[in-house]
């Protein structure tokens, strides 16, 4: 384990480790940068394997991305490893208003000075950027949107994520004990379901320092959160997806992948019409 912690640290550029709330921003920062979030390998049907050698060497070493269940995994590995008083959290996914989805987004809950915080490297384009801590009832900023944690009135808390013209619930969790079995329910109905989101839709995220870049099917997205711009393409083929994956998204995939993806979400489009 510890040679593929040396692996995953030595790739993000990070200080020495060390038990503080300011390394693991540091941490976090560099992750969302490096490592995008992707639903491709779902969609090619790739083994998806959550045993720490293979996700590492997925994750880190090939650099094809992933989802929750394989970023905060590692992210958890990792900080357990290195001694933070660390556990697996799963949420509902509440984008689409429905508070009662299925659990499947797994988190981090890291205690810290006698203070939890979330730590979230895996829930796509609205991903925090910084750690969220739970002591508080303030708006907590970032470049964007405030984040916010609020009681879901059921014994559990929800994350919101809020701006001049919006206001999103991302999902919402409680504090029950879970274990890697549960994880494991969750990532095996994420990527084998027949309805599942991932098995279906082509999402691609990655999350700079003030801009992020998202392919939700077959449309790209370049969000300026500096500057409070947007803009969108429409993917016209196969080889303008490769470059995407490869340039903006900083995913090692071969121009076949993108072939079989695009040709994936075309005929999606065709059954829809």
Same mark, same amino acid.
């Given at each position: 384990?510890?040679?593929?912690?040396?692996?995953?640290?030595?790739?993000?550029?990070?200080?020495?480790?060390?038990?503080?709330?300011?390394?693991?921003?540091?941490?976090?920062?560099?992750?969302?940068?490096?490592?995008?979030? @992707?639903?491709?390998?779902?969609?090619?049907?790739?083994?998806?394997?959550?045993?720490?050698?293979?996700?590492?060497?997925?994750?880190?070493?090939?650099?094809?991305?992933?989802?929750?269940?394989?970023?905060?995994?590692?992210?958890?590995?990792?900080?357990?490893?290195?001694?933070?008083?660390?556990?697996?959290?799963?949420?509902?996914?509440?984008?689409?208003?429905?508070?009662?989805?299925?659990?499947?987004?797994?988190?981090?809950?890291?205690?810290?000075?006698?203070?939890?915080?979330?730590?979230?490297?895996?829930?796509?384009?609205?991903?925090?950027?910084?750690?969220?801590?739970?002591?508080?009832?303030?708006?907590?900023?970032?470049?964007?949107?405030?984040?916010?944690?609020?009681?879901?009135?059921?014994?559990?808390?929800?994350?919101?994520?809020?701006?001049?013209?919006?206001?999103?619930?991302?999902?919402?969790?409680?504090?029950?004990?879970?274990?890697? @079995?549960?994880?494991?329910?969750?990532?095996?109905?994420?990527?084998?379901?027949?309805?599942?989101?991932?098995?279906?839709?082509?999402?691609?995220?990655?999350?700079?320092?003030?801009?992020?870049?998202?392919?939700?099917?077959?449309?790209?997205?370049?969000?300026?959160?500096?500057?409070?711009?947007?803009?969108?393409?429409?993917?016209?083929?196969?080889?303008?997806?490769?470059?995407?994956?490869?340039?903006?998204?900083?995913?090692?995939?071969?121009?076949?992948?993108?072939?079989?993806?695009?040709?994936?979400?075309?005929?999606?489009?065709?059954?829809?019409?």
């Amino acid at each position: 384990m510890k040679n593929l912690i040396d692996q995953y640290l030595q790739s993000l550029g990070v200080n020495e480790p060390e038990i503080s709330l300011e390394w693991l921003q540091s941490l976090l920062t560099a992750h969302l940068v490096r490592y995008p979030f @992707s639903s491709a390998n779902v969609i090619l049907k790739h083994d998806l394997s959550l045993e720490p050698e293979a996700l590492f060497k997925r994750l880190v070493g090939q650099r094809r991305g992933g989802y929750c269940f394989e970023h905060n995994k590692v992210v958890f590995l990792v900080l357990k490893e290195l001694g933070f008083d660390v556990r697996p959290l799963i949420g509902r996914v509440m984008l689409n208003g429905n508070p009662d989805n299925g659990r499947s987004h797994r988190l981090t809950l890291l205690t810290l000075h006698d203070k939890q915080y979330l730590i979230d490297a895996g829930f796509g384009v609205m991903n925090p950027r910084q750690i969220i801590a739970l002591n508080t009832n303030q708006p907590q900023p970032d470049v964007r949107y405030h984040y916010s944690v609020e009681s879901d009135n059921r014994g559990g808390m929800m994350v919101i994520a809020t701006n001049c013209d919006e206001a999103v619930t991302l999902y919402r969790f409680d504090f029950a004990e879970y274990v890697e @079995s549960d994880c494991n329910i969750g990532h095996f109905y994420s990527h084998q379901a027949p309805e599942a989101a991932f098995v279906n839709h082509l999402v691609v995220s990655r999350i700079l320092d003030s801009r992020r870049y998202l392919i939700r099917n077959l449309t790209y997205f370049e969000y300026d959160d500096q500057a409070g711009q947007e803009r969108t393409a429409e993917i016209s083929d196969a080889t303008m997806l490769y470059q995407l994956l490869t340039t903006q998204f900083n995913l090692q995939l071969t121009e076949q992948d993108a072939a079989t993806l695009y040709s994936h979400q075309m005929a999606k489009i065709r059954q829809q019409q």
